[in-house]
């Protein structure tokens, strides 16, 4: 099974429908549901983290709302289930386990809703104070490989200098946006926290 890719605001992210969007057409004097293949391009989402960044992207997170769904053009009536129409996608659920700005990543695969009437109110959001949040050590800079070794350097100092998790937080807002190498982490850890 592949890693799931977390999605960002880019053109060539998209979001579409598995099952038909169907939706009020009209057909002579009357209107008549019609299945449409709706999706919708990440370039014009909204709502994205301004901090986090992927392949030089802004994260889209739960909370992200992807604009202007199309593939129903026809379907002026509006969904017959839900009455969207060229409006909002969203994800419903993000990663248990890795989260951007507080709000879970969303990935390749995460199921979402199509063609939504608004976007919908804000998602939950988790902070330090009311439960630990997973931290995403990653350079927001660099290439994906160079923020992977980078994160590995981290893990590998943090857990040999006993970091806690405040500590890891600490350094990872230190080297963001950097691109430190091994001895010179080590030095801020030394430096930063008397280890």
């Given at each position: 099974m592949?890693?799931?890719i977390?999605a960002r605001?880019?053109g060539?992210?998209?979001?579409h429908?598995?099952?038909?969007?169907v939706?009020k057409?009209?057909?002579g004097s009357?209107?008549v549901?019609?299945?449409?293949?709706?999706?919708v391009?990440l370039?014009?989402?909204?709502?994205t983290?301004?901090t986090?960044?992927?392949?030089?992207?802004?994260?889209?997170?739960l909370?992200?709302?992807?604009?202007?769904v199309?593939?129903?053009?026809?379907?002026?009536?509006?969904?017959?289930?839900?009455s969207?129409?060229?409006?909002h996608?969203l994800?419903k659920?993000?990663?248990k386990?890795?989260?951007?700005e507080?709000w879970?990543?969303?990935r390749?695969?995460?199921?979402?809703?199509?063609n939504?009437?608004?976007p919908?109110?804000?998602e939950?959001?988790?902070?330090?104070?009311?439960?630990?949040?997973?931290?995403?050590?990653?350079g927001?800079?660099g290439?994906?490989?160079n923020?992977?070794?980078?994160n590995?350097?981290?893990r590998a100092l943090g857990k040999?200098?006993?970091l806690?998790?405040?500590?890891l937080?600490?350094l990872?807002?230190i080297?963001t946006?950097?691109n430190y190498?091994?001895?010179?982490?080590?030095?801020?850890?030394?430096?930063?926290?008397?280890?």
């Amino acid at each position: 099974m592949a890693i799931p890719i977390s999605a960002r605001r880019d053109g060539a992210n998209i979001m579409h429908c598995t099952g038909p969007d169907v939706c009020k057409t009209p057909m002579g004097s009357s209107m008549v549901p019609v299945p449409y293949m709706s999706m919708v391009a990440l370039g014009s989402s909204v709502r994205t983290s301004r901090t986090v960044r992927n392949n030089g992207n802004q994260d889209f997170q739960l909370n992200s709302r992807a604009l202007v769904v199309t593939g129903h053009e026809p379907g002026v009536g509006k969904g017959v289930k839900i009455s969207g129409y060229k409006s909002h996608a969203l994800a419903k659920k993000g990663s248990k386990t890795v989260f951007s700005e507080g709000w879970a990543v969303v990935r390749d695969s995460d199921p979402a809703w199509i063609n939504r009437p608004g976007p919908g109110g804000i998602e939950p959001h988790r902070t330090i104070g009311e439960e630990k949040v997973p931290i995403l050590l990653a350079g927001s800079g660099g290439t994906p490989g160079n923020n992977r070794a980078q994160n590995r350097q981290v893990r590998a100092l943090g857990k040999q200098y006993g970091l806690t998790d405040d500590q890891l937080e600490q350094l990872h807002e230190i080297i963001t946006k950097q691109n430190y190498g091994f001895q010179e982490i080590k030095k801020i850890i030394i430096d930063e926290f008397g280890k």
